[in-house]
């Protein structure tokens, strides 16, 4: 409702702003789907074909020929969602402490999970092979799944969503004879669902793009994801394969990503202004 | 039998002593207002009836069992909150049935429960929505509603209608002494405004500086406050206070005179008073009238000019430039800069002395 109101609003240059901005983004998208949709031979030499016909869907199918993309995108899919998942229930449960429970150490501990933004997944990526190595986790989904599971941000965004929330609630909650449990579940949790489906979006999108942990843990080729299959693909055809492929590559990849981020996009844009909690 | 007992009640908030000593009784179904400045420790002591804070002295008894360190959803009390805290993503029907949905109390019972409260306070029609599609009257009666429906024994209320606009004020104010007496329970709600609290209550509770300084009836809390403080807090506009000399002669009641020579003939007893000392008067200012000279105890320089309509307002300053405060008809001729006689009304004078206690006219036969 709010939205249409303000939509009435926009002024035409606004308006014309705002479509520059869409087609400057559109643009590479576009791009790729074209040259995608275009036979690898017609591409060589001059791209610039891609914007006329014929087109054709030759290049899906050789993706889909490659016997083991199917595979993969199971993986990628049990992966990300498994990552999802596993983020969004230690997160609000971490939120929910740090926002709401009186323990011991409570701020320092808050402080030593704000210092893990600062360390990069570069620097700890040795110990963590040789970790994973010797609990022989290497080539399982619980080994790509794990490390994604620690997330600083997540917890810090969780507990900064969950302190905004008034504590009149808390209290009302009480007086209304709810366990700690109940206020969890049934008060706080839900209040936070706009959060959550930011956080679910944006830890989704960067497990489905994660290519280094993956590409380190994941050496045997059934426990690829589609991103390092995908890349190990594209070397072995490098030669044979060209443009046109390697695009159909990047639209196949991102296809999940894209129904992901349509079938939320209501909470995410609520979320990103802020309006969550009234 | 009494309902709610508070006794010698202390808390602190590290070093700051915020109670000091609360003890308080309330008669079964009584309305009690918590009256006082902000800071004033009142919704300290509302938050720590409902266990919401915890107590560092003292014990809290409702209905002869001590609560105070029974958890809140268990103390048979209610509260509606300043800013309703109703759960957002909740329609009105389920704001209701939470809490007694919480306590297992069957699902049939519920519903009964939740129409009941709904007629009461005419929002059945509301009861799909959420909080967040209704206006604020509408909210506070949900508010209200979901304390009603746990039936309590005590009904805890922190300043329910100050985020109401005037009119909804009033009516609300109305309302809530409409469904007083229709329940079986006792109230206390805290509030900033006197008319509420003189309206709705059976006592008033005024609190200042980390103690309850007075406990009575609104008529008592007005018309024989307790010390400076109640007597200066409650009564809109303040008492004018001022020192007085103690006019030695023998008669039953204090004559006293002011600092500017002009001498007033109180009812207070003069053998209430303690001997020596300083004194102070005060005076509402129904009690000082603008009068023409021959009629005047008094003069004074005018120095603002309020017309309220029924009434005017006048500030002035006696000739030893105290200030003080007077009444005049609706249409005074009263100016700015003009000096008027004041005729002050002994009878209804008030005399505290140097500990600030306060002496009154004798309770006049009615
Ligand atoms: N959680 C807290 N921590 C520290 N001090 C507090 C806390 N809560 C209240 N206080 C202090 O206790 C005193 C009493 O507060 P309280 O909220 O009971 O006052 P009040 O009479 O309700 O005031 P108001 O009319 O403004 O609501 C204040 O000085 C306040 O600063
Ligand atoms: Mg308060």
Not at chain 1, 111 to 119: K, P, S
Not at chain 2, 262 to 291: K, M
Not at chain 2, 334 to 354: C, E, K, P, W, Y
Request: some cysteine; charged content about 20%; hydrophobic content about 45%.
């Amino acid at each position: 409702m709010a939205a249409e109101a303000s939509r009435s609003r926009w002024s035409p240059l606004t308006l014309l702003a705002i479509l520059l901005a869409a087609a400057v983004m559109l643009a590479p998208l576009i791009w790729t789907l074209l040259l995608s949709l275009k036979e690898n031979e017609a591409l060589i030499g001059n791209s610039g074909a891609a914007l006329s016909p014929p087109y054709t869907l030759e290049n899906y199918r050789s993706i889909l020929q490659g016997n083991q993309v199917f595979r993969w995108l199971v993986n990628s899919i049990i992966v990300s969602g498994g990552t999802t998942i596993g983020v969004l229930a230690l997160c609000s449960l971490a939120g929910f402490g740090f926002a709401r429970l009186d323990f011991p150490f409570r701020r320092t501990l808050f402080i030593f999970v704000l210092l893990g933004l600062a360390i990069p997944e570069q620097a700890v990526i040795l110990p963590q092979h040789q970790l994973f190595a010797d609990l022989r986790l290497h080539n399982s989904y619980p080994g790509l799944i794990l490390p994604g599971l620690a997330g600083p941000f997540g917890v810090f965004f969780m507990t900064q969503y969950m302190r905004a929330i008034p504590k009149e609630l808390d209290e009302a909650a009480m007086l209304d004879g709810a366990s700690r449990f109940t206020l969890f579940w049934k008060v706080l949790l839900p209040l936070t669902m706009p959060a959550q489906a930011t956080l679910g979006v944006f830890t989704f999108l960067a497990s489905w793009n994660a290519y280094w942990w993956p590409l380190i843990s994941a050496t045997r080729s059934d426990m690829y994801t589609l991103t390092v299959g995908l890349a190990a693909a594209q070397m072995n055809y490098a030669q044979t394969s060209g443009l046109g492929f390697l695009m159909a590559q990047a639209v196949f990849a991102s296809i999940p990503i894209f129904i992901v981020y349509v079938l939320f996009q209501k909470q995410i844009v609520r979320a990103m202004a802020g309006t969550a909690v009234r | 039998m009494a309902s709610l007992e508070l006794s010698d009640i202390r808390k602190s908030y590290g070093a700051t002593a915020v109670l000091d000593g609360v003890s308080l009784t309330m008669e079964a179904r009584e309305f009690i207002a918590f009256l006082g400045p902000s800071g004033s420790g009142k919704s300290t002591l509302l938050r720590i009836i409902a266990g919401l804070e915890t107590l560092d002295g003292g014990e809290v008894r409702l209905d002869g069992r001590r609560i105070d360190q029974v958890p809140p959803g268990d103390r048979g009390v209610a509260m509606v909150f300043q800013h309703y805290a109703l759960y957002p993503h909740m329609s009105v029907r389920e704001n209701m049935a939470f809490g007694l949905r919480n306590v297992g109390v069957p699902r049939d019972e519920i519903e009964r429960r939740v129409a009941d409260a709904a007629r009461v306070l005419e929002i059945e029609v509301h009861l799909d929505k959420k909080p967040g599609q209704m206006s604020g009257g509408q909210r506070q009666r949900v508010a209200i509603g979901r304390a009603i429906v746990k039936h309590p024994k005590l009904f805890l209320l922190d300043e329910p209608l100050s985020n109401l606009d005037a009119a909804l004020r009033m009516r609300t104010r109305i309302e809530l002494a409409q469904i007083r007496s229709r329940v079986d329970a006792a109230f206390i709600m805290v509030t900033h405004d006197q008319a509420e609290a003189m309206t709705l209550a059976d006592r008033i509770v005024v609190m200042n500086d980390r103690k309850i300084q007075q406990v009575g009836p609104p008529m008592e809390i007005y018309s024989r406050p307790a010390n400076t403080f109640v007597a200066r807090f409650v009564g809109s506009p303040a008492m004018t206070l001022a020192p007085v000399e103690l006019v030695p002669d023998d008669g039953l009641y204090a004559r006293v005179r002011l600092g500017d020579g002009a001498e007033i003939e109180t009812r207070v007893p003069r053998s209430e008073l303690p001997a020596g000392g300083t004194l102070q008067i005060g005076l509402r200012p129904e009690s000082v009238a603008v009068a023409a000279n021959g009629a005047a105890t008094t003069q004074a320089k005018v120095e603002l000019v309020e017309r309220l309509g029924e009434r005017t307002l006048v500030y002035a300053r006696l000739s030893d430039n105290r200030a003080i405060t007077a009444e005049d008809e609706g249409y005074s001729r009263v100016n700015v800069g003009d000096t008027v006689g004041l005729r002050i009304d002994g009878a209804a004078a008030h005399l505290f002395d140097a500990e600030e206690r306060g002496y009154h006219a004798e309770a006049r036969p009615e």
